[in-house]
């Protein structure tokens, strides 16, 4: 049987230069995958994909919380092991005003910290030094680069070991001081956290966030981490804590206490005034602060005077604000002050947007 299509046959001569073609074709496209392949290679050779950096990085990072004279916690945030990976380093804010920092390593302990390595004011870090060792990560020994790919690993909210990536969108200059722009989300509890770029190395310790604009997150760069390590030193924690002086220590409970109270004067001298700084150690930004002051004798510790006001300004997360307030003309030097924060307003979300 046979059906309705037509054929013709081919010469034999054609049959034998057509396979000749399709072998050199062939040839031809194996030598561009090859090639492909090597450049492929060459480009992205030393580099690792966000999920090896997690794996290869992650037990160096640790969970971070500062806690107050009374035992309450004072904030929480992240770090990771550098040098000879007894020396922890975070930012100095994740520390300051703290009695005591005790540090929980990705294998569930947790180690109390006595000791510290030093701090720089200036960059806002901190070293940590504690009795064991660990794996620790290494320092880049460049700058970073504009829109080169890096990871963030930290603690934001609590949430251990939380990962997210993004790239370098800026390097930024605050007189002598350098900051690393990137668009790696982060959040409370992330502050000492490593920045990661794709070859392994550590290019900064994720700092601050501007809640007001889109992935607008700060980095301290690690040639500052690196001369910090360089001038290790070993010093009781209380010597780099940065404690406010008080006369009075928060209550028990409280996140938000008054430090540096004092008396002060205005209309040349013919007014008095209290004096001191509201202390926010929470997460949001908070108003109309409600604070009452006893003053009492010195020699007696009997009450002679107290006074109640309200702060209606705004205090920034983790920040300090000071603030000068009138009060009774007949107030004595010679008195003890004792402040108590009786109230606050709580803003509703998170972060500050300044």
Same mark, same amino acid.
């Given at each position: 049987?046979?059906?309705?299509?037509?054929?013709?046959?081919?010469?034999?001569?054609?049959?034998r230069?057509?396979? /000749?073609? =399709?072998?050199? /074709? $062939?040839?031809?496209?194996?030598?561009?995958?090859? $090639? %492909?392949?090597?450049?492929?290679?060459?480009?992205?050779?030393?580099?690792?994909?966000?999920?090896?950096?997690?794996?290869? /990085?992650?037990?160096? !990072?640790?969970?971070?919380?500062?806690?107050?004279?009374?035992?309450?916690?004072l904030r929480?945030?992240?770090?990771?092991?550098v040098?000879?990976? =007894?020396?922890?380093?975070?930012?100095?804010?994740?520390?300051?005003?703290?009695?005591?920092?005790?540090?929980?390593?990705t294998?569930?302990?947790?180690?109390?910290v006595?000791?510290?390595?030093?701090?720089?004011?200036?960059?806002? %870090?901190?070293? $940590?030094?504690?009795?064991?060792?660990?794996?620790?990560? @290494?320092?880049?020994?460049?700058?970073?680069?504009?829109?080169?790919?890096?990871?963030?690993i930290?603690?934001?909210k609590?949430?251990?070991?939380?990962?997210?990536?993004?790239?370098?969108?800026?390097?930024?200059?605050?007189?002598?001081?350098?900051?690393v722009?990137?668009?790696?989300p982060?959040?409370?509890g992330?502050?000492?956290?490593?920045?990661? @770029?794709?070859?392994?190395?550590?290019?900064?310790? @994720?700092?601050?966030?501007l809640s007001?604009?889109?992935?607008?997150?700060?980095?301290?760069?690690? &040639?500052?981490?690196?001369?910090l390590?360089?001038?290790?030193?070993? !010093?009781?924690?209380?010597?780099?804590?940065?404690?406010?002086?008080?006369?009075?220590?928060?209550?028990?409970?409280s996140?938000?206490s008054?430090?540096?109270?004092? %008396?002060g004067?205005?209309?040349?001298?013919r007014?008095?005034?209290?004096?001191?700084?509201?202390?926010?150690?929470?997460?949001?930004?908070?108003?109309?602060?409600?604070?009452l002051?006893?003053?009492?004798? &010195?020699?007696?510790?009997?009450?002679?005077?107290?006074?109640?006001?309200?702060?209606?300004?705004?205090?920034?997360?983790?920040?300090?604000?000071?603030?000068?307030?009138?009060?009774?003309?007949?107030?004595?030097?010679?008195?003890l002050?004792?402040?108590?924060?009786?109230?606050?307003?709580?803003?509703?979300?998170?972060?500050?947007?300044?």
């Amino acid at each position: 049987m046979k059906c309705g299509v037509a054929t013709t046959a081919l010469p034999t001569h054609w049959l034998r230069a057509n396979a /000749s073609d =399709s072998k050199a /074709s $062939l040839r031809h496209l194996r030598c561009a995958v090859a $090639l %492909l392949v090597l450049l492929g290679t060459s480009s992205s050779a030393g580099e690792s994909s966000p999920r090896d950096l997690f794996q290869r /990085s992650r037990s160096a !990072v640790v969970l971070i919380t500062s806690f107050d004279a009374t035992g309450q916690p004072l904030r929480i945030g992240s770090g990771f092991f550098v040098g000879n990976g =007894s020396l922890v380093v975070t930012n100095l804010h994740v520390t300051s005003g703290a009695s005591s920092v005790k540090v929980r390593l990705t294998s569930g302990e947790v180690e109390t910290v006595q000791r510290s390595g030093g701090a720089d004011p200036q960059h806002d %870090l901190v070293l $940590l030094r504690l009795p064991t060792k660990h794996p620790s990560l @290494a320092l880049a020994k460049r700058e970073p680069e504009v829109g080169e790919p890096v990871v963030a690993i930290g603690n934001p909210k609590g949430l251990e070991g939380t990962l997210s990536t993004g790239v370098v969108s800026g390097i930024r200059r605050d007189g002598d001081t350098s900051y690393v722009q990137i668009t790696a989300p982060i959040s409370p509890g992330s502050s000492g956290g490593p920045l990661i @770029a794709s070859d392994g190395t550590v290019l900064g310790v @994720a700092t601050a966030s501007l809640s007001g604009g889109q992935n607008l997150n700060f980095a301290v760069p690690a &040639a500052y981490i690196q001369a910090l390590v360089d001038s290790a030193s070993d !010093v009781p924690l209380a010597a780099v804590s940065r404690t406010i002086p008080t006369t009075d220590p928060a209550p028990a409970n409280s996140l938000v206490s008054v430090a540096g109270l004092g %008396l002060g004067t205005y209309l040349g001298g013919r007014g008095t005034t209290i004096v001191g700084s509201i202390v926010n150690s929470t997460s949001y930004v908070i108003s109309d602060v409600k604070i009452l002051v006893v003053f009492t004798d &010195a020699e007696t510790a009997v009450p002679r005077h107290y006074e109640l006001f309200v702060w209606h300004e705004e205090v920034a997360p983790g920040l300090a604000r000071a603030f000068s307030e009138p009060a009774s003309r007949y107030l004595r030097s010679d008195w003890l002050a004792r402040a108590e924060v009786l109230d606050y307003r709580m803003a509703e979300s998170p972060g500050w947007d300044p």
